[in-house]
Structures are given as structure tokens and as C-alpha cells.
């Protein structure tokens, strides 16, 4: 009873798109932490599709993120149309009966469904060979975008401004909302230290030195789909976060975890460290694709690129831990301070690995 009546809200759903086949059944699909995700089988066999409901939380411009999404989607369409099936290595989203848009509000909530590509498989461990997959799958995204001349927004307004984090972790300290400052002020004064440091990338862009590029923004290895067969890279997939940015966005971030030897919250700093096999293969697969339309000055800046991610990502759960943890999940009172400490002790691991 509880499944009819389960599909009988996804019907309700479903009716709204242009599907080519009679929805069965839906089902949980992935462990994504912002969207709601479900695998949706039907009366074709060689036919299932992706259900998404979007989080217009984090993503308030739904319509202009799903802009960006057409806009992406419709360019990489173009530049694979030699391809034997360009569908194996393009996200396709069905339209919306009543608009013809690639989503739909029903009720309180927008969703929006893609043609599954069957014999695909995700990962989730970071090795050499998957880094030097990802390196070159994410770098290939980026060369094919740099002729892409639609406008697309930032669907997180300023996701990777250094400049607005440390803005935000100063106001935090100015309020001190829950008397959190003093027992870290040290931290404080130590992410302080390299404030000039860190900021570069954005007065070089307001100078014009540094261009913004069309970034995936969200570069985990659990971000392509791979030929369960072959194991060739297919395609990228999560385009919620493609947006302009600078290089360092794709290449830095994917680094910070991917190439951590320890979770983001590991307690026990001596298990912390670089991993350059890693960051090597990562790096040579990157450039492989990417080497054509980095500028010296871009290429120049890489190592700056991995030391900025750690550095972001301490600043931003510092900022929360003396917020009184109102952002981040956290297990208990002191998560987002183990968070800040393991991120500083991997960009001091980078410090020691990279010149």
C-alpha cells in the first residue's frame, strides 16, 4: 500500500515531462547530500531515467541554474556530433509538457529528470589511476566550455571568493557570538597571517591578469560516469555548480580531498599528509586536456590552487565553529574546530611536499 501510494505522488510528478516511456517504479538513487535523487524504471527495459528535486535552498535561481545546465549540455551536445552516441556522454533532460523547460515546480518544490545512461558505474576511491582519470575528464570539461558564449550565472553567488570568506570570519570574530573567540585565537591569527596570500587570485582578476573560466566547481572523483566494461570516462556528471570561476575552483579543490591522506575530520593530525602520487597523476592528467587554453600565469599558479582549497575550507568551518556551528552538520561541540585543525595541518603537509 505504502508503494502505491508512493507512486502515485511520483506519477503526479512525472506526468508533468515528455517522458518516452511508462514510469514502474521509483526508487532511492546515490547518497548526494543536497538534491533528492531517485532511479525511475519503466515499461522499456533499455529506458530508466534520473529524478531530481532541486534544493532551491542552496540553488535559490532554479530557473537560472537550469539555464546554465541547458546552455552546458547543448554545447558539449555540439561538439560530440561525430560521436557514435553522443547520449552515453551527455546528460539529457527531459522537458517540461506544460513550458518546455528541463524542470518543473509542482507544489513548493522544482524537479527536473534525465535519460540514465545504462553500463555506467561511479567511484569513490582516489588512486593514481582514477586521479589521472579525473584530471583529464575535468580538464576535457573545461577545454570544451572556453567557447561557450552564453552567459551563465553563478548559482552560488561568490561559492570560491577567498576575499568574502575571510569577510565573513572577521564579522564572526568582531560578534563572538557564543564567547568562542579567545580559545582559538591563535587559529585566528594564523589564518590571518596569509590573508594576503590567499587573496591573490581576486585582485588579479580585478586587474584583469586572471581569467574566469567555466568551472565544474564540485570536482570528485564520484562526479563522472565511467563504462562499467571499458572503464573510459563517459562523461560529468552533477552540473549543478558549473558556473564562471577561476581555474583553481576545479583543480585545487579536487586536491584537497582526493590527495588528503585523512578525512577532512580526522582528530589525529599525525595522520594527515599530502599524497603526491596523487597529485601528480591528477596534475598530468589535467594538463593533458587543459594545456590548451591555460595561460602562463594561470599554469604558474596551480601550487597556489592546492594550498588555497585547505586554506578555504578552514577558514569556512572556523567561521561556523565560532558562529556557534549553524552551517555544518557537526557531531558534537568541537566538529568544526577537529575540521579547521586537520585542513591547516594538510596545507602545512602541502607547505612540506610542494615548493
Known sequence: RNNRNSMKKFDAILDNFALEARPLNVSHLGDGLINDTYMVETDRPDLRYVLQRINHCVFQDVDGLQRNIDAVTRHLRG???????PDRHVLRFIPCRATGRSYCRVGAD???????????VTIKEVTAETAASAGRAFGRFEAMLT??????IETIPDFHNMELRLHQLRVAVASDPVSRV???????????????????????????????????????????????????????????????????????????????????????LSKIDFDMDIYR???????????????????????????L???????????????????????????NLVRTRAQLALLDAIDRRLP
Open 79 to 85: 561538439k560530440m556530433a561525430d560521436f557514435p552516441d
Open 110 to 120: 522544482y524537479w527536473r529528470v534525465s535519460v540514465y545512461i545504462p553500463g555506467t
Open 147 to 152: 567557447d561557450l558564449r552564453e552567459p551563465l
Open 182 to 268: 579567545d580559545s582559538v585565537r591563535p587559529i585566528v591569527e594564523a589564518i590571518e597571517a596569509r590573508a594576503s596570500e590567499m587573496t591573490v587570485a581576486e585582485r588579479l582578476g580585478r586587474e584583469g591578469k586572471l581569467p574566469r573560466r567555466l568551472c565544474h566547481c564540485d570536482t570528485k572523483v564520484n562526479n563522472m560516469l565511467i563504462d562499467a566494461v571499458t572503464g573510459e570516462v563517459l562523461c560529468v556528471i552533477d552540473l549543478d555548480t558549473v558556473m564562471p570561476s577561476f581555474v583553481f575552483s576545479d583543480y585545487g579543490d579536487f586536491l584537497r580531498t582526493g590527495a588528503c591522506t585523512a578525512a577532512e575530520d580526522e582528530p589525529d
Open 281 to 307: 597523476a591528477f596534475t598530468d592528467g589535467y594538463l593533458s586536456e587543459a594545456e590548451s587554453f591555460l595561460t602562463p600565469l594561470e599554469r604558474s599558479m596551480l601550487p597556489f590552487a592546492v594550498r
Open 309 to 335: 582549497f585547505p586554506y578555504m575550507q578552514a577558514t569556512r568551518f572556523l567561521t561556523d565553529y565560532i558562529n556557534g556551528d549553524t552551517y555544518y552538520k557537526t557531531t558534537g561541540p568541537e566538529h
